[in-house]
């Protein structure tokens, strides 16, 4: 496992989803494994021989967001339309191909359908510093094959090459939201780490490099907004 840490890393207090790209034990054994930048910051890592980097994505640059996976990135030749994935997409009523409106409602932290706030409002703010804190709208986990590979899936047009790259994504999207679906409370001057009813992701299969090679690479991108069972919308634990 070969990782660079994220930015502003608590080494005390881990996030679930920064333990899982850090530590292998929560990786599957069995796995061969461009948005503004202005509205991103990232983390790269290692899990087998997949790579996943992931980026933040904030709430001010929601409509770019939408508009840059939904629109840039599936109108090249030969590029698939997104598609929903999680739990909690289900119970937000989101499944089947990835619309901008929907995408860009959820990463500005709103149901898609009703329009009804999922909780806390994702405004930024200002704290006694004079600083602005940037409210998260969710995160880019891009998930890159092998170069070796992705070679091969053009050099041949094998689409059982794509379809590894398709297996090794999903299984790792499972793994995703079994361990890092949970959110953060406090209590009692502790935190408590309860489960939630899962993720709600947009996924989208890349075939090229920006420099228009071969590169089968996913980017899936995840809501901050989770659901506890008691009903109430929190942020993920991320």
């Given amino acids: 496992l070969h990782q660079a840490p994220p930015p502003h890393h608590d080494a005390a207090n881990p996030s679930t989803l920064q333990r899982l790209t850090r530590d292998p034990r929560h990786a599957p054994t069995n796995l061969s494994q461009r948005t503004n930048k202005s509205d991103q910051t990232g983390a790269r890592a290692w899990v087998g021989v997949v790579v996943i980097r992931v980026r933040t994505l904030f709430a001010s640059g929601a409509g770019a967001s939408a508009a840059y996976y939904t629109g840039y990135?599936?109108?090249?030749?030969?590029?698939?339309?997104?598609?929903?994935?999680?739990?909690?997409?289900?119970?937000?009523?989101?499944s089947g191909?990835?619309?901008t409106e929907a995408l860009e409602a959820l990463l500005s932290g709103y149901h898609p359908s009703t329009g009804m706030q999922l909780g806390r409002e994702l405004?930024?703010?200002?704290?006694?510093?004079?600083?602005?804190?940037?409210?998260?709208?969710?995160?880019?986990?891009?998930?890159?094959?092998?170069?070796?590979?992705?070679?091969?899936?053009?050099?041949?047009?094998?689409?059982?090459?794509?379809?590894?790259h398709d297996v090794a994504v999903a299984a790792t999207v499972a793994m995703i939201e079994k361990y890092a679906s949970t959110t953060r409370i406090r209590s009692n001057g502790g935190r408590l780490h309860p489960e939630t009813g899962g993720l709600s992701m947009a996924?989208?299969?890349?075939?090229?490099?920006?420099?228009?090679?071969?590169?089968?690479?996913?980017?899936?991108?995840i809501s901050a907004k989770v659901q506890t069972a008691d009903g109430r919308w929190l942020a993920l634990d991320a």
């Avoid at 989208?204 to 590169?215: E, G, L, M, V």
């Fill in 123 to 164: 405004v930024d703010r200002v704290d006694k510093h004079g600083n602005t804190i940037r409210a998260v709208a969710g995160y880019d986990a891009t998930l890159s094959a092998p170069k070796s590979l992705s070679v091969l899936w053009g050099l041949t047009g094998d689409e059982r090459f794509a379809e590894c």
């Fill in 203 to 221: 996924v989208f299969r890349q075939s090229t490099s920006r420099a228009d090679d071969p590169q089968l690479h996913t980017h899936v991108v």
């Fill in 73 to 94: 990135l599936t109108k090249a030749d030969g590029e698939l339309p997104g598609a929903w994935a999680g739990s909690q997409a289900l119970g937000l009523g989101l």
């Fill in 97 to 99: 191909e990835v619309t």
